[in-house]
Structures are given as C-alpha cells and as structure tokens.
Nanobody, 127 residues
C-alpha cells in the first residue's frame, strides 16, 4: 500500500516562503507523475503544480506561475513544492498526489486522474 506524507506547512507572512515536501513509500515512485493540489473549505481541490516521472516536464497553475516551483528527487522518493512570494490567498491545505498511470502523458490538472493522496498540510499566509 503506497503512502504519501506531506510536511513543511506552517504560518508565514505575506511575501515569505514555504517549502513543502512529500515522501512516498510502498510504490515505484519514479514511474509516476506527481502533483500538488490545494483546497480551502467549501471549494473543490485546485491544481497547483505537477511534475512528470522524469523530473523534466513541469506544469503550474497560472495563479502560482513564477512564484511556486515543483521538483522531485527520485532517489529519495520525494517531491517538493517551493513556494515564494506568498500571498494571503495562497492560504490552504496542500495535498500531494501520484498519478494513477505509470509514465502517463495525460493531462495533469484533474484531481480525478490521481489515485493516491497524502493527508495534507496546512499553509497559512498572514497579511
């Protein structure tokens, strides 16, 4: 059974940075696209960023482009989300996820295409 464990959330002032980590166990991590999503109460899960299994191709939502960066270390079975120049509207619970298909070339923005999720980590940005 694969498990994803996020860490690195916390409270930061606007303009500050957070670095989220997601450690995977129990699965061939380096064969799957990994993604980060976020969700606030009363709203659906929103795509933030994704990275293909090879670590080369990355994707980001327009709302975070130029501020957030996704990366992965397959040797450590870990994916990261570096969040800079944070804004109060970035306040959310952040989830990492693994795509359901190995070596997938499918679109990465839909939560329904991911079948493994972490428990989430809270990121709060104060104004």
């Amino acid at each position: 059974q694969v498990q994803l464990v996020e860490s690195g959330g916390g409270l930061v002032q606007a303009g500050g940075s957070l670095r989220l980590s997601c450690a995977a166990s129990g699965r061939t991590f380096d064969s799957y696209t990994a993604g980060w999503f976020r969700q606030v109460p009363g709203k659906g899960r929103e795509f933030v960023a994704a990275i293909r299994w090879n670590g080369v191709n990355t994707y980001s939502a327009d709302s975070v482009k130029g501020r957030f960066a996704i990366s992965r270390d397959n040797a450590k079975n870990t994916v990261y989300l570096q969040m800079d120049r944070l804004k109060p509207e970035d306040t959310s619970v952040y989830y990492c996820a693994l795509h359901s298909l190995m070596y997938s070339t499918l679109a990465v923005t839909a939560p329904s295409t991911y079948d493994t999720w972490g428990q989430g980590t809270q990121g709060t940005v104060s104004s």
